[in-house]
């Protein structure tokens, strides 16, 4: 049997280790306040999370990946199903004014999460059956009706769900993974390019029809606009990073975790780690997610053919892209999206989702032709 890329196998296995590593530090006293208990967030990950989602990361290890490619179209179809059951009352669930979530007895499915994974894989079985003849030079008006607008099509269905949920940071994260490999699927530069200008104008559009996105923009500019509300997170943030100091104040001792610093085990998990373990740990989770774009797209490069390629650049994409606006957020270089950070935040669906796209990454790095 071929072996998988070590190098890129131990880089993921790092970063699941220290997920569970700063679950286990932030979320004690988040825990204990919530549940009355200290590890209940920290085994509802392990039990619903690493567990699953490492046994089916497995096996997409093993699996055949011109099965995924011939099933991409019927997995994208149970993605959107799954995105409309989330208004299904008794199904979905409301909570915050978002529906983004559908219960199944003790266990929570988020759709949006799944959707990135099954998105890329569709895209990609998309790209390559009909790329060729945009690569060969096929006139502009068949290049339109029968790649770009389809394109749009199924960019437009998954969007209109997302937007109604409402959840505009996973569409804008679906959108550009989505541009990336549309772009190296050898298309005309004019699709790529007018996608850009539409989608620049419709995130415009969308952040002035609704009033919170606009104040989350403007206050991202001067957080002095509203420093009690929507500016307190990225203040509390910044503090509890610059309290960390070289070195940190040790794991388990910072002091934002206690209440102050919204979001804690999710949006803010990287403040708190940067609090805990200084510049020396945000230093080395950052390099590991560099390490991982690095390797995977190696991995990429040595695809076998054109559809594992594009799988492999919308993971790594996917995953590097999460990570950056997560970061970005926390230290002010981005307004504040909700995104979560991968391999370290709180989130059952997330984290299988992404251990399901690792075990299809490892899988491709195994049949490399170099």
């Not at 997409?60 to 994208?76: D, E, G, I, M, V």
């Not at 989608?199 to 969308?206: E, K, S």
């Not at 606009?225 to 500016?231: I, T």
Request: charged letters at 10%.
């Amino acid at each position: 049997m071929r072996k998988p890329d070590f190098i890129l196998l131990s880089i993921c296995a790092a970063l699941l280790f220290l997920g569970i590593l700063i679950l286990a530090s932030v979320s004690a006293s988040f825990s204990i306040s919530r549940t009355g208990s200290t590890f209940y967030y920290l085994n509802h990950q392990l039990l619903f999370g690493v567990l699953p989602g490492v046994l089916l990361g497995t096996i997409a290890f093993f699996f055949p990946l011109s099965f995924l490619k011939r099933w991409s179209f019927a997995l994208l179809c149970i993605g959107i199903i799954l995105l409309g059951m989330v208004f299904i009352p008794g199904v979905g669930s409301n909570l915050g004014g978002a529906h983004r979530w559908i219960f199944v007895g003790p266990i929570s499915i988020q759709p949006s999460e799944l959707i990135k994974f099954i998105a890329i894989l569709y895209v990609a079985a998309f790209l390559t059956s009909r790329s060729t003849g945009a690569k060969n030079g096929i006139k502009t008006q068949r290049a339109l009706k029968e790649l770009l607008l389809p394109f749009l099509g199924i960019l437009g269905v998954m969007g209109i769900l997302l937007i109604l949920q409402p959840d505009l940071s996973t569409l804008g994260i679906i959108i550009m993974i989505g541009l990336a490999m549309y772009f190296l699927a050898s298309t005309p530069l004019w699709h790529t390019l007018s996608m850009i200008a539409t989608g620049t104008a419709a995130l415009f559009f969308l952040v002035q029809i609704a009033p919170y996105r606009l104040s989350r923009f403007l206050v991202f500019l001067n957080p002095s606009l509203d420093p009690l509300g929507k500016g307190y997170q990225i203040k509390q943030a910044l503090i509890g990073i610059g309290s960390g100091g070289l070195t940190g104040v040790g794991l388990g001792l910072s002091f934002q975790k206690f209440g102050t610093l919204p979001e804690p085990i999710s949006d803010s998990i990287f403040a708190i780690f940067a609090e805990e373990t200084g510049f020396a740990g945000a230093f080395l989770l950052i390099a590991l997610f560099l390490a991982f774009c690095w390797r995977g797209f190696v991995v990429a490069r040595r695809a076998p053919d054109q559809f594992s390629g594009l799988v492999a650049t919308g993971i790594v994409w996917w995953i590097t892209l999460q990570a950056f606006i997560n970061i970005g957020a926390m230290i002010r270089l981005l307004p504040m999206t909700g995104i979560p950070l991968p391999f370290i935040s709180y989130g059952g669906s997330a984290l299988v989702t992404e251990l399901i796209a690792l075990g299809i990454l490892l899988n491709i790095s195994k049949q490399k032709t170099v």
